[in-house]
């Protein structure tokens, strides 16, 4: 198994562009979710989705578009880029949401807006 | 609001030393799961252990051992015997029944030296 895989893992944009980070696992997990690291914030929840076809928001779910089309993809959508989504984004994913699930997280992907 | 709070941003620790992160919580629900996460430099999220709040004794993995106390919600990590490897950010996190959401807090950064 691949686990949960990012693309790319690093990204310049500039203000204005938009870009779509790819998010994938095979481990048949129903929950899979977006984090955002910033120094000094830990990791912050952006969207999360419960299995394919629902998506909720999460902590900071403003400039992000999600969709869950199928079980293993949930990609990232950035509308129009702002230097404040400069960040890294961690992709994570679980057989269920809550209390006895292991979240598997992504590597990551630094994205630096300009 | 739920929160996870690691008061001490950074510490250091000599090779073969024992080292405790702090962290606290703050929920209203009984029914949870906490979470100590390893970031190294590498930037992939390992989780290093995990403690069920409905059992009373404290989860250990190897060199890590946890202190939990439910009442005062409070949670730390015991690292004995400090390899180099354990050079890395480390979150805590915990999520409650019902629901989807994992909270961090925003990391203690740890430092084995030699």
């Known amino acids: 198994n691949a686990g949960v895989t990012q693309t ?15 998010c994938a696992q095979d481990m048949n997990h129903e929950y899979m979710s977006w984090y955002r690291q910033d120094p000094g914030m830990g990791l912050r929840l952006i969207h999360y989705s419960v299995g ?13 578009n999600v ?17 404040s989504q400069t960040s890294v984004y961690f992709c994570a994913s679980s057989f269920v949401p809550g209390l006895a699930s292991e979240q598997y997280f992504g590597p990551g992907t630094r994205l630096t807006v300009t | ?19 405790t992160l702090s ?9 949870y799961y906490l979470f100590w996460y390893k970031q190294p430099p590498s930037r992939q999220m390992i989780l290093v252990i995990r403690q069920e709040a409905y059992k009373q004794q404290n989860a250990t993995e190897n060199r890590f051992s946890v202190n939990f106390q439910k009442a005062a ?3 730390s990590l015991k690292i004995s015997d400090s390899q180099l490897g354990d050079t890395a950010m480390y979150f805590c996190a915990f999520i409650t029944g019902g629901s989807e959401k994992l909270v961090f807090g925003k990391g203690t950064k740890l430092t084995v030296n030699p």
């Open chain 1, 8 to 22: 790319p893992k690093f990204q310049v944009l500039k203000t204005g562009q938009s870009m779509t980070l790819q």
């Open chain 1, 52 to 64: 394919a076809g629902i998506t909720d928001q999460g902590e900071v779910p403003n400039g992000y």
């Open chain 2, 23 to 31: 962290c606290t919580y703050d929920t209203s629900e009984n029914n």
């Open chain 2, 1 to 19: 609001a739920q929160t996870v709070t690691q008061s001490q941003p950074e510490m250091s620790v000599q090779e073969a030393e024992t080292v």
């Open chain 2, 73 to 75: 919600k409070s949670f």
């Open chain 1, 67 to 83: 969709s869950r089309s199928t079980t293993e993809d949930f990609p990232l959508r950035l509308l129009s880029a702002a230097p």
